[in-house]
């Protein structure tokens, strides 16, 4: 499974884009790029996947280069709420397996 | 709604006690998985099962056992505990097909001592 890195924390405050960029440099072709949020005492629990250019839901952005050696995850005008860890994974999709590591501590200010 | 229940929040032992903790879900599916959480360390799988008596080491098995008996449930097992096994274990469930998203249980606080 590729190896992700990500920053360990970041604040920010109420109301501001929130970009955390994850890097995968020896992702394969098969290979899906999932995020998932976890709250303090709770599961994590799965926010976004893609495979390239850019995917959108109700909760974020993914970006995702041509060259898919890196990642970002965008959340817009961020609250108290978003307060949480976030995590890159990849996912080759075949084995059910995913590796979480540490995550980016995400901190958002009022 | 999808559901993972652990069969506790929190569980405090002794040293050299065999503890069972318990996760079923309600989802039909058929992968399920045994983490455990540390500061520092994040999440680190422990052992994961595709089907029914089927088992797999994860990347951390040492001092733990597992048993699935039927497709909903999921036991990990320590043996005999000791100190260093105090954690946060979470249990999750997924399906083997589309985006392979994980559902996750609350967590078990676990306190040996």
């Known amino acids: 499974l590729a190896k992700t890195t990500q920053p360990i924390s970041m604040d920010s405050y109420e109301g501001q884009e929130v970009n955390i960029t994850c890097s995968h440099n020896n992702i394969a072709t098969n290979d899906y790029i999932t995020w998932y949020q976890q709250f303090p005492s709770q599961g994590p629990r799965f926010i976004i996947q893609?495979?390239?250019t850019k995917v959108t839901n109700e909760v974020a952005s993914l970006f995702i280069p041509a060259d898919r050696k890196s990642s970002t995850l965008s959340l817009p005008r961020v609250s108290l709420s978003d307060t949480a860890v976030y995590y890159c994974l990849v996912d080759p999709g075949n084995t059910g397996k995913l590796i979480f590591g540490q995550g980016t501590t995400l901190q958002v200010k009022p | 709604d999808v559901k993972v229940t652990q069969s506790s929040r929190y569980l405090v032992k002794r040293t050299g006690e065999k503890v069972f903790l318990e996760c079923v879900q309600d989802?039909?599916?058929?992968?399920m998985f045994w983490y455990r959480q540390d500061p520092g360390l994040g999440l680190r799988l422990i052992y994961f099962?595709?089907?029914?008596?089927?088992?797999e080491k994860g990347d951390i098995p040492e001092g733990y056992s597992v048993s699935r008996e039927k497709k909903e449930r999921f036991s990990l097992i320590l043996e005999s505990a000791s100190t260093n096994q105090t954690s946060m274990y979470l249990c999750a469930s997924s399906n083997p097909t589309g985006k392979n998203e994980q559902f996750f249980g609350p967590g078990t606080r676990l306190t040996v001592l």
């Open positions: 893609g495979y390239k």
């Open positions: 989802m039909d599916h058929e992968n």
């Open positions: 099962s595709y089907d029914v008596k089927m088992k």
